[in-house]
C-alpha cells in the first residue's frame, strides 16, 4: 500500500478554472486570434499578466512571440508550443481547440478590443494599485438630455429705478440676480396692466398690446424662492394695505349713509302713507342712491377662477396672482372638468378679451376685459414631469404654459457668504413710489404708447428676426409656441422700462434696445426649460450619466445594475429603470456590457465605464 501510494502518479491536465467572467473573456480573445491572427493587432494592450489563469498566461505569451515574429499560428501550433513551454504532454488538444472553435466564434476587430476591455477592466479590479493602458474607446457623444447654456443675468438690463433694490435683495439673500430681477419686472407689469397700452405698429391701430406678462423661478427647493418673491414684491402689497385702509374708511362711511338713508325712507315711507289717507300731496321721495365702495386690488395669491373672475369685476385694470408654487396650480387646472378655468386663464393672458361666468346660485358675473399677471415658482423636477404628460398632442396643450414669457432657470453658484444688514429702504422705496404712481393710473383711460422713430426701426429689424425663428422648423414645436409669444413680449418690456424711467408718450430706443435684450436672455432660459422635453429613459440615462463622469466608480471601472439603483437617484431607482437607460449609454459610448458570467446562479450584468469620461475628475 506504501509502495502504491509512493508510485509515481501521471501529471494532472492543467486546465483552466470553471469559467468565470474573465476566464471566458480570455478564452474569447485566444480563440479569435487562433481563427485571424491579424486580431492580435487589436489586442496589444494585453501582457500575459493580465490573464487570471496561467495556462491562458502562457498561451498568450506564445501567441505574442508568435506575432512578433511573423509566425502563422492555429489551435495546432499553439498546443505543440504549450506542451514545449510546459514540459506538460497530457495537455489535451481538445482544450486549445475549444478556444479555436467555440470561443472564438464572432471574432471581429471590434470584439476583441471590446474583449481587451473587459480583462484589463477586471485585472485592475484584482490589482487596484496597476497602471494599465487606456483602451480603445469612442469619444463619448452628448446624451441629449443635458441642460444647455443660459445668458447670466447683466443689471444692465433693467430699468433704472429697480437695479438697486435687485442688487440689494440678490446680495442680501445670496441668490442670482435673475431671482429678484425676474420678480421686480413681474411686479411692474402688475402694478400696470391696463393702465397703460402700446401700439407696436406705427399705422396699424388694431395691434394693441396690454403689459400684462406671467413668468416664474424654476429652481430646486430650498433655494429661497418664495422669500424672494416676497421680498421684491413687497411694495405691491404695502400699496394693497394703504387700499384696503382706505376701503374700511370708507365702508364705514357708507354703512353710517346708508344706515342714515334707511330711517330716511323710513320716515318718508309714513309720510307717504299719512298723506295718502289725508289726501295731500305725497312728500317727495328721499335720494337713497348711495353705492357701496369696492376695496382696490392689486394683487392674490390663492383666488378661485369664480373669486378672480369677481375680483376683475371690480378692478377693470387688472390683478396680478403670486403662486409660491406653480406646479399646484397647473396640476388643478388639468383635473376633468376645470376645462372651464383653463379658458379662463387663457382669455385673462390675453388682457383684453371679454369673459362671462354664467353660474347657478352667483347668477351671470360679466368682465369687460379681463387681465391678469401672474408669477410663482416651480421645481425642476416638477416641471419636468408637467412638460413631459402636459405638451404632448392633446387637449392639455393649448398654449397655456408657453404664455409664461418671462420664465427663469438659471445657474445656482456654489459659492456663498454670510451677509447681515439692514435692507436698502432707500431702494425699497423708490419701488414703492413707482408702483404707486402706475398703480393710480386710469384703467378708463390708459395712457397710450408707440415707437420713437429710432425705436420703431429697431421693433422691425427684431420683430423680423423672431418670424424668421419661430417659421424655420428647427425648434421643437413648444418652443416655437413659446417664442411666438415673444411678439408681445418685447412691446409690452419695452413700455414698461419707459414706464419705469419715467417717459413720455412714446418709447425710446435705449428701452426698446433694453427689452430686445432681456427678450435675448429670456430666450436662452426658455431653451433650458424646453431641453427638458424628453423621454423618462433619456431623463435616467442622463442623471447616471451625470454620476459617471463625476467620477462615480471611478476605481471600479464598472458597475452592476444594482450598484445603479440602490442609490435611489432620480429615475433610477428600480431595476427596469436602470436597463431601460442604459441602451442610451451605450449608444453614446458612455459603457459598454460586459460578458456574463457563467457559471452557477445569475449572474449580475456587469458596465464598463469609459476611462474618458473621469479625465479630469476627482
Known amino acids: 500500500m506504501a509502495d502504491a501510494a509512493a508510485s509515481p502518479q501521471p501529471a494532472a491536465v492543467d486546465r483552466p478554472p470553471a469559467p468565470t467572467i474573465n476566464n471566458l473573456a480570455e478564452e474569447r480573445i485566444l480563440g479569435s486570434v487562433l481563427i485571424d491572427n491579424k486580431l492580435v493587432a487589436h489586442c496589444l494592450a494585453l501582457r500575459p499578466e493580465h490573464f487570471s489563469c496561467s495556462l491562458h498566461r502562457v498561451a498568450w505569451s506564445a501567441i505574442l512571440d508568435f506575432y512578433n515574429s511573423g509566425t502563422k499560428f492555429d489551435a495546432d501550433v499553439l498546443h505543440t508550443e504549450l506542451i514545449g513551454r510546459r514540459n506538460q504532454h497530457e495537455l489535451l488538444f481538445s482544450v486549445v481547440s475549444d478556444w479555436e472553435i467555440d470561443r472564438g466564434l464572432g471574432a471581429s476587430p471590434e470584439r476583441c478590443e ?46 433704472e429705478a429697480l437695479r438697486t433694490l435687485v442688487d440689494d435683495t440678490a446680495e442680501r439673500m445670496q441668490v442670482p440676480f ?21 401700439y407696436p405698429k406705427a399705422a396699424d391701430t388694431s395691434w394693441v398690446v396690454i403689459p400684462n406678462l406671467w413668468g416664474g423661478i424654476v429652481a430646486p427647493p430650498g433655494l429661497l424662492k418664495s422669500p424672494v ?85 371690480d378692478n377693470p385694470a387688472g390683478i396680478m396672482v403670486i403662486r409660491d408654487e406653480l406646479s399646484g396650480w397647473l396640476a388643478t387646472l388639468d383635473k376633468a372638468g376645470r376645462e372651464g378655468e383653463r379658458g379662463f386663464f387663457l382669455s385673462a393672458w390675453n388682457g383684453d378679451t371679454s369673459y362671462t361666468m354664467d353660474r347657478i346660485g352667483r347668477g351671470s358675473v360679466h ?23 402636459a405638451l404632448q398632442d392633446g387637449p392639455q396643450n393649448d398654449g397655456l404654459f408657453q404664455r409664461f414669457q418671462v420664465l427663469v432657470y438659471p445657474d445656482v453658484p456654489h459659492d456663498w457668504r454670510y451677509v447681515d444688514r439692514p435692507p436698502n429702504s432707500a431702494a425699497i422705496a423708490c419701488a414703492e413710489a413707482l408702483y404707486y404712481c402706475l398703480a393710480h393710473l386710469d384703467a378708463v383711460e390708459p395712457l397710450r404708447f408707440r415707437f420713437g422713430a429710432d425705436a420703431q426701426e429697431l421693433f422691425i429689424a427684431w420683430l423680423t428676426d423672431l418670424e424668421g425663428k419661430v417659421r424655420a422648423d428647427a425648434f421643437h414645436p413648444a418652443l416655437v409656441a413659446h417664442l411666438s409669444k415673444y411678439r408681445s413680449l418685447m412691446p409690452s418690456l419695452a413700455l414698461l422700462f419707459e414706464l419705469a424711467d419715467s ?9 426698446t434696445q433694453q427689452a430686445a435684450a432681456f427678450c435675448e436672455y429670456l430666450e436662452s432660459h426658455a431653451r433650458r426649460v424646453y431641453s427638458m422635453i424628453v423621454s423618462p429613459e433619456r431623463q435616467a440615462a442622463t442623471e447616471l450619466g451625470r454620476h459617471l463622469k463625476a467620477g462615480w466608480k471611478r476605481q471600479d471601472g464598472m458597475f452592476t445594475l444594482r450598484d445603479v439603483y440602490q442609490n435611489d437617484w432620480r429615475g433610477l431607482n428600480a431595476p427596469d429603470a436602470v436597463r431601460r437607460a442604459l441602451p442610451l449609454l451605450e449608444d453614446a459610448g458612455w459603457v459598454r456590457r460586459m460578458e456574463p458570467e457563467h457559471g452557477a446562479g445569475r449572474p449580475p ?12 475628475t476627482k
Request: hydrophobic share 40%; aromatic share 6%.
Open 114 to 159: 471590446y474583449l481587451v476591455g473587459e480583462i484589463l477592466a477586471s485585472y485592475k479590479v484584482r490589482h487596484p494599485e496597476a497602471n494599465i493602458p487606456e483602451l480603445r474607446w469612442p469619444e463619448p457623444e452628448p446624451l441629449g438630455g443635458e441642460l444647455p447654456a443660459v445668458q447670466a443675468f447683466d443689471l444692465a438690463l433693467l430699468p
Open 178 to 198: 435673475d431671482f429678484p430681477a425676474v420678480v421686480a419686472v413681474l411686479s411692474l407689469a402688475g402694478a400696470t396692466n391696463r393702465r397703460a397700452t402700446i
Open 229 to 313: 418673491m416676497s421680498a421684491v414684491s413687497r411694495p405691491l402689497t404695502r400699496i394693497e394695505v394703504l387700499w384696503r385702509a382706505e376701503y374700511e374708511s370708507a365702508l364705514s362711511d357708507y354703512e353710517q349713509t346708508k344706515e342714515e338713508a334707511e330711517l330716511k325712507r323710513a320716515a318718508w315711507r309714513e309720510q307717504f302713507k299719512a298723506a295718502q289717507k289725508s289726501g295731500h300731496d305725497a312728500p317727495l321721495r328721499p335720494d337713497d342712491s348711495i353705492s357701496e365702495p369696492v376695496c382696490q386690488r392689486l394683487i392674490t395669491q390663492d383666488a378661485t377662477a369664480e373669486k378672480l373672475h369677481e375680483l376683475l369685476r
Open 367 to 389: 368682465v369687460d376685459a379681463c387681465c391678469v399677471s401672474m408669477l410663482g415658482g416651480i421645481q425642476p423636477a416638477r416641471l419636468r414631469s408637467y412638460l413631459a404628460d
Open 503 to 511: 417717459g413720455a408718450e412714446a418709447v425710446s430706443l435705449q428701452h
Open 605 to 616: 450584468k456587469r458596465y464598463a465605464i469609459n476611462p474618458k469620461l473621469c479625465r479630469g
